[in-house]
């Protein structure tokens, strides 16, 4: 069973930085691909970026292109999420979820994904 357990949210500056994890376990394939989500409240639930084990391959959504770095450390199975320039519209729950593959389109389907994270929030203010 697919294991996701997302960390490092907090309450920033706008402006400032954060790094989000996503400790990942239980995949039965080398293949996989980790989402990043996040949902302010009265939003959908939005897809952020996407990293596939299969070549590290990334996706983006334009909100967060160009401030948000997605990277995978395969050795400690985590996909990280470097988020910088914060902005107060940043604020929101954000969530990990794995499924077989991503692509730009896909990443932005959250009913495409099996397994998820419970979250972890970031709020941006001063």
């Known amino acids: 069973q697919v294991q996701l357990v997302e960390s490092g949210g907090g309450l920033v500056q706008p402006g400032g930085s954060l790094r989000l994890s996503c400790a990942a376990s239980?995949?039965?394939?080398?293949?996989?691909?980790i989402a990043w989500f996040r949902q302010a409240p009265g939003k959908e639930r939005e897809g952020l970026s996407c990293?596939?084990?299969?070549?590290?391959?990334?996706h983006y959504s334009e909100a967060v292109k160009g401030r948000f770095t997605i990277s995978r450390d395969a050795a400690k199975n985590t996909v990280y999420l470097q988020m910088n320039s914060l902005k107060p519209e940043d604020t929101a729950v954000y969530y990990c979820?794995?499924?077989?593959?991503?692509?730009?389109?896909?990443?932005?389907?959250?009913?495409?994904?099996?397994?998820w994270g419970q979250g972890t929030q970031v709020t941006v203010s001063s």
């Open positions: 239980g995949f039965t394939s080398d293949y996989y691909a």
């Open positions: 990293i596939e084990s299969r070549d590290d391959s990334t």
């Open positions: 979820a794995s499924d077989s593959f991503c692509s730009q389109a896909t990443m932005n389907q959250p009913f495409l994904y099996d397994n």
